[in-house]
């Protein structure tokens, strides 16, 4: 098995008397779509917000590719080659598909001092990552505001690849999806972890989990608590590993 993009180690988040994280020990490894779950409040978010550079941890270390690393701001972890598509997607609407993958990183061309923008080039580039996500979308000239929510994800998913992303954290992407627009998002989480990289994809839906991911972690009241391969587990198991109800959940909770 090739070594983990990212390991978590001891990772510890607290808002003044609040402990929202503590303990977590995790690895994220390139190739596999890994799920958060957990109830409400269980820590999934402000964990992959420390992941993506937006919280400072208060205890522990990330160490991407075998080195401790330290983010300021989710710049930094964009730098390090993580990006993290957030529920809001962050999408400009009236600029066009293309407008957005390239948003604040545009090619230019300089012409007697004064940079163009090099628009051939990036339109040719956004329309090979769309087809090569089989996005189903012909134009990337058309405004992200005249998308569906299932489009608009695929945009946000190309805006991560143009990036180089090597880690693409996924919060709740089909929460707000009809049936058909879900479908297509799971395939293109599916297809980022074929094209190499590591996918965190957080989600309520136990089913949509055993679709995709290869492997599972359960948070509980700021603790990891559980962490399956798919195909060691049930959805039983992963429900029981949430609500607490499970022997292994119990047994730690009375020892904490
Ligand atoms: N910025 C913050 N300031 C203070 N407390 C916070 C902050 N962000 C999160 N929390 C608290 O940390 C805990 C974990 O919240 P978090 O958002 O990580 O949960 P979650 O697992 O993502 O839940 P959900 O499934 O509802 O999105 C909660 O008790 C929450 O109220
Ligand atoms: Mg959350």
């Known amino acids: 098995m090739t070594a983990?993009?990212?390991?978590?180690?001891?990772?510890?988040?607290?808002?003044?008397?609040?402990?929202?994280?503590s303990g977590v020990n995790l690895e994220i490894r390139t190739g596999e779509v890994l799920a958060l779950l957990g109830d409400n409040g269980a820590g999934?978010?402000?964990?992959?917000?420390?992941?993506?550079?937006?919280?400072?941890q208060?205890?522990?270390?990330?160490?991407?590719?075998?080195?401790?690393?330290?983010?300021?701001?989710?710049?930094?972890?964009?730098t390090a080659g993580i990006?993290?598509?957030?529920?809001?997607?962050?999408?400009?609407?009236?600029?066009?598909?293309?407008?957005?993958?390239?948003?604040?990183?545009?090619?230019?061309?300089?012409?007697?001092?004064?940079?163009?923008?090099?628009?051939?080039?990036?339109?040719?580039?956004?329309?090979?990552?769309?087809?090569?996500?089989?996005?189903?979308?012909?134009d990337p000239e058309a405004p992200v505001g005249s998308l569906s929510g299932g489009q608009r994800q695929a945009v946000a998913i190309c805006r991560a690849l143009n990036l180089n992303a090597k880690l693409v954290i996924m919060d709740e992407p089909t929460a707000a999806l009809a049936v058909a627009e879900t479908r297509k998002v799971l395939q293109l989480t599916r297809r980022l972890a074929e094209r190499g990289c590591a996918v965190v994809l957080i989600s309520h839906n136990i089913a949509e989990v055993f679709e995709v991911a290869d492997r599972?972690?359960?948070?509980?009241?700021?603790?990891?608590?559980?962490?399956?391969?798919r195909a060691e587990t049930t959805p039983e198991e992963i429900v029981s590993?949430?609500?607490?109800?499970h022997p292994d959940v119990q047994a730690l909770e009375k020892t904490n």
């Open 44 to 56: 999934k978010s402000t964990f992959i917000k420390v992941l993506a550079g937006a919280h400072k």
């Open 83 to 138: 990006a993290t598509i957030f529920q809001e997607l962050a999408l400009s609407e009236n600029l066009s598909i293309a407008e957005n993958v390239f948003l604040g990183r545009e090619l230019k061309r300089p012409i007697l001092g004064i940079p163009f923008l090099k628009r051939q080039e990036m339109r040719a580039r956004v329309e090979t990552l769309l087809k090569e996500l089989d996005a189903h979308i012909s």
């Open 216 to 229: 599972m972690v359960v948070f509980r009241r700021g603790r990891k608590v559980a962490e399956r391969n």
């Open 241 to 245: 590993l949430i609500t607490g109800a």
């Open 4 to 21: 983990p993009f990212l390991v978590a180690r001891d990772i510890a988040k607290r808002f003044g008397a609040l402990t929202a994280l």
């Open 58 to 78: 208060s205890d522990g270390e990330l160490i991407i590719e075998g080195r401790p690393v330290a983010f300021a701001s989710p710049k930094d972890a964009a």
